[in-house]
């Protein structure tokens, strides 16, 4: 240990003692008064406070983690089969949910409204403006939130987004855009196409509470180089001899220029309905 004295003004001076610790060098530093007693010194920090890494680091390191996690990772290529998948990116206002977007508005509008009329919140002079304006709002939202009928998944391999302007059918586009986006006020996806194709109620049909109910969509090739659309049914109450006893009805429902085939889903209790297009380049 090695002490050393360095003058301070006004007397005094600093102890600055050098202890060795190993690999480490710590430094105390003593403050001492000739009108004064001698202070003791601070205690010295232990070796593990210098290992300790800052607050900063630390919540740098949640932050990346935390946005690492909010990307969302690639869909594996051994649940497609080795192909490519394509991400549909394409805006469209009809993929928006106006029943959130008219809720959303309305409470915002309601909020910002009742706190300037209690002057909790600047703009008092539009409050009544806001109010009546909000509750309309609010309820057109929650009247759409409530008949909203969700999208369902679309899977596009990329092949098949080649052939998809040149060889789909415009009933298959037609399909496709429909099931992919919010609708308002149907019971699901391509409801009156399954009334038609399995009869509900009548001789030889279903019952409805045994319909099928769409869940998601594929778009492929078939091995001879044909663009494909496939509907992915859930139907618990049904056989896939109920399915293929309609494959003509599938094709004559969403032809003409399309051949349809019916077959057992990777899923349990799913149902492929293959609409295959005739058209080739």
């Avoid at 206002?93 to 009329?117: E, P």
């Avoid at 002079?125 to 008949?147: C, H, N, Q, R």
């Avoid at 009805?249 to 149902?271: D, H, L, M, Q």
């Amino acid at each position: 240990m090695k002490a050393l004295t360095a003058p301070v003004a006004g007397g005094g001076g600093n102890l600055l003692c050098s202890h060795r610790s190993g690999d480490h060098q710590f430094i105390s530093i003593n403050h001492f008064s000739p009108l004064n007693l001698p202070r003791t010194s601070a205690k010295l920090p232990n070796h593990d406070h210098f290992l300790q890494k800052p607050k900063t680091y630390f919540r740098f390191k949640l932050l990346i983690a935390r946005a690492a996690d909010s990307t969302q990772a690639p869909i594996p290529a051994a649940a497609t089969g080795g192909k490519s998948v394509v991400e549909d990116q394409e805006f469209s206002l009809a993929k928006v949910s106006f029943g959130v977007i008219g809720l959303g508005l309305g409470v915002s509008l309601l909020s910002y409204g009742f706190g300037a009329y209690f002057n909790i919140l600047p703009g008092s002079e539009w409050s009544a403006l806001m109010l009546t304006y909000g509750f309309p709002l609010s309820i057109i939202g929650m009247a759409l939130k409530y008949a909203e009928l969700k999208p369902v998944p679309c899977l596009t391999y990329s092949d098949a987004q080649m052939l998809r302007e040149k060889c789909a059918t415009p009933i298959l586009k037609q399909v496709r855009d429909d099931v992919i986006r919010f609708r308002y006020g149907d019971e699901q996806h391509l409801e009156e196409a399954l009334k038609r194709i399995f009869q509900y109620g009548l001789g030889g049909g279903v019952a409805r509470r045994n319909a099928p109910v769409l869940q998601k969509i594929r778009e492929e090739v078939t091995e001879d180089g044909k663009y494909c659309l496939v509907l992915v049914f859930e139907a618990k109450a049904l056989e896939l001899a109920d399915f293929e006893k309609r494959q003509e009805k599938f094709a004559s429902f969403f032809g003409p220029g399309i051949s349809a085939e019916v077959g057992k889903g990777v899923e349990e209790n799913t149902y492929d309905v293959r609409l295959i297009s005739n058209t080739t380049l």
